[in-house]
């Protein structure tokens, strides 16, 4: 029977071996893939986007939150938001008036994640109670004005840290977490459909932080992970990974399908975003900023989100920054956080309304911000 000392060295010459074929093949595919699409794009002569500080406007400023905003997410319908905070409540705004139209306060006030249901008539929550919460907004509140929970997502062996209801199916919702698991729920019966990853060899070896549902082909969605990578997944067979993109340096704290859903974006601790054509698996665009002179780390991307055609690429920063890219040519175009009324502290969540019309932001400083394009709308 070998020894342990045999087994480590064992262990590590494997890891030195796959480490060693993953440097021969990214180098081969380098090879391969002799271009990006910035430099295909300048070569056929597109012209960049021009944008304006006045093209993009901060049009309402959402107060009410008493601790840091972590996430939000849009009804698909109505000018609807959610948002989720670190002082343990949920509100529902409406985008139009800026009014509140329901405040939950939460069982667990270390929610990390929350997500309207496709009918706009539910939300979803998780955190670090390790569950998925949600509530039917047209309940009645109980003497203390709290509403109560319609359904407990329990199964989670870590922090719930991304949720996403299934475009057009009130009924399922996918969930990340910390346990390196995803989990596709029957919302209505409050039961695991299905595990992706896990005791799985295809599954994140880390913390799984983000996931996206492919709105083409809601059969797949993709996750990122603190292990560095993103994988594809097909909700018919969870017993592995369909693909494994490989090309960041640290946590992918953000994954988008890119509308036409063939490709999809990433956000990392890094520094960069990414784009990945979700079928080759070739890595398409490096999306980085050069770090300023008093500098020493680049600020990490914290979200993601796409204009509804693509052509933007919206990335908010550790630092406040939230950049406009230029989906082709890879270049800024405008970044908020150098316009009036911009955020005073870290961007930790951005989402595009459904219509294109307007992006919402959301920071540590406790605010949310709804921006208005006054023109470019073909190209948005």
């Keep these: 029977m070998a020894s342990v000392a045999e087994l480590k060295e064992k262990h590590a010459a494997a890891t030195a071996s796959v480490n060693s074929l993953r440097e021969r093949l990214r180098q081969r595919r380098e090879m391969l893939l002799d271009t990006d699409v910035a430099r295909y794009s300048k070569a056929q002569g597109r012209a960049p986007v021009s944008f304006n500080p006045t093209d993009l406007v901060c049009c309402r400023t959402l107060q009410g939150h008493s601790g840091k905003v972590y ?146 082909n809601t059969n797949m969605f993709v996750s990122g992970s603190c292990d560095a990578t993103v994988r594809l997944w097909d909700i018919r067979i969870a017993s592995r990974a369909v693909r494994t993109y490989h090309g960041h340096e640290g946590d992918v704290n953000s994954v988008k399908f890119f509308p036409d859903g063939h490709r999809f974006g990433t956000g990392s601790d890094d520094g960069t975003c990414r784009l990945f054509d979700m079928r080759t698996g070739h890595q398409l665009q490096v999306y980085s900023r050069e770090p300023a002179r008093n500098d020493n780390e680049l600020p990490t991307v914290t979200s993601i989100a796409f204009s509804i055609s693509g052509r933007l690429l919206f990335a908010g920063y550790s630092n406040g920054d939230c950049y406009v890219w230029d989906t082709l040519l890879a270049e800024v175009v405008l970044n908020l956080g150098n316009l009036q009324n911009s955020h005073d502290g870290r961007i930790s969540c951005l989402g595009m309304s459904s219509d294109g019309s307007a992006l919402c932001t959301g920071s540590w400083d406790k605010n949310l911000k709804i921006w208005a394009f006054s023109g470019h709308r073909k190209i948005v």
């Design 71 to 216: 996430s939000l997410d849009w009804t698909p319908e109505k000018n609807w938001i959610v948002s989720a905070s670190q002082d343990g409540r949920l509100i529902v705004w409406n985008a139009l008036t800026s009014q509140k139209t329901h405040a939950i306060k939460l069982h667990c006030p270390w929610v990390m994640t929350c997500a309207f249901a496709p009918n706009g008539q539910s939300v979803a929550c998780g955190g670090l109670d390790s569950a998925c919460s949600i509530f039917n907004l047209n309940s009645q509140a109980d003497r203390d004005g709290n509403m109560p929970v319609s359904r407990i997502l329990t199964g989670h062996k870590g922090y719930v840290s991304s949720c996403q209801y299934v475009p057009d199916q009130e009924t399922r919702l996918i969930t990340s977490s910390g346990d390196q698991t995803c989990v596709l729920w029957d919302v209505t019966t409050g039961q695991r459909i299905s595990i992706f990853g896990g005791e799985f060899p295809s599954g994140h070896t880390a913390d799984v932080l983000s996931v996206s549902i492919n709105s083409s």
